[in-house]
């Protein structure tokens, strides 16, 4: 009777074990980064480029169906038919405009997704709790090749950005601001639009690539959630300020616009749900 009880005991803390194990094995991956870089000494690696400068515009939690011409039914008056430009232009110039839903591989929280964006790899669930102590990345990303190239990078935004590239851009086109005050909604957005029009003015063009990471969307959804009208406020501001932007640009810039990620219907990220990983994604 006693070696049953015993035997069923250490069934059961094998059981423990082996669950344990593979939970840490297969959902807590950790991520292996290599410190090696591109190089290409005689360009015959690269491919010509079709422009001089780039535009790289994020507007956080920006989910696909706020900007398809094809959202769901029933809409929302809020978030719904709003943002419209990029749709418009894509329609009217097909050839020079595309729309896309972009899907954002978990975890859908910032720092991953601008990690997962710049250096082209896979973020894992627990890299989730850097998000609030991230550090610099020293893998090989767009902005170290940029950096490598002699190109000069702007910034103006998120100041996540910071934390991971705090030597890319240079220092008197960066205007970092902070992120974490989600009842604010507006003092980023601000800052952004403060110092982006008065880089794209500049007919000297002092930047080769600009990054602008615009936080009131996300900042709204976490607040009061998609379906009010604070979001409708402010994406007839990022409308307004798509409009602005490409009345800016000339041929030799291209524009790029994405969400890092979506949002679910309570306003919130950070998991794989179908809302959280759709994220627009215009060109």
């Given amino acids: 009777m006693l070696s049953k009880r015993l035997a069923l005991l250490l069934w059961i803390s094998f059981i423990h074990i082996a669950g344990i194990y593979l939970f840490t094995r297969g959902f807590l991956l950790t991520r292996l980064s290599l410190p090696d870089y591109t190089t290409c000494s005689d360009q015959k690696c690269s491919l010509q480029p079709l422009h001089k400068r780039a535009v790289f515009l994020i507007i956080d939690s920006l989910r696909f169906d706020f ?47 601008i990690k997962g964006l710049t250096t082209g790899s896979l973020p894992t669930f627990v890299d989730v709790g850097n998000n609030f102590g991230a550090s610099s990345i020293t893998e090989d990303s767009i902005l170290k090749q940029l950096s490598i190239a002699g190109k000069k990078s702007a910034f103006m935004g998120d100041d996540t950005w910071m934390s991971v590239f705090p030597d890319s851009f240079e220092p008197n086109m960066t205007f970092p601001y902070d992120s974490f005050n989600v009842e604010d909604l507006h003092t980023v957005d601000e800052g952004v639009i ?87 994604l215009w060109v």
Avoid: I
């Avoid at 990029?86 to 910032?110: G, K």
């Avoid at 982006?196 to 959804?221: A, I, N």
């Fill in 67 to 113: 900007v398809t011409p094809d959202p769901p039914n029933p809409s929302s008056q809020y978030c719904h038919n709003v943002l419209t430009l990029p749709r418009e232009l894509t329609a009217s110039r097909p050839r020079h405009s595309h729309l896309f839903n972009a899907y954002a591989d978990p975890p859908t929280t910032t720092l991953q997704r």
């Fill in 194 to 280: 403060n110092h982006l029009f008065p880089l794209l003015e500049d007919s000297k063009k002092p930047f080769d690539f600009l990054v602008g990471h615009f936080l009131g969307v996300d900042h709204v959804g976490h607040r009061v959630g998609p379906d009010h009208p604070s979001m409708k406020a402010k994406l007839t501001q990022m409308n307004d300020v798509l409009k602005r932007v490409v009345d800016l640009l000339d041929d030799d810039t291209l524009l790029v616009v994405l969400g890092d990620h979506g949002m679910d219907r309570s306003g919130d990220h950070g998991g794989d749900g179908v809302l959280e990983t759709s994220a627009a």
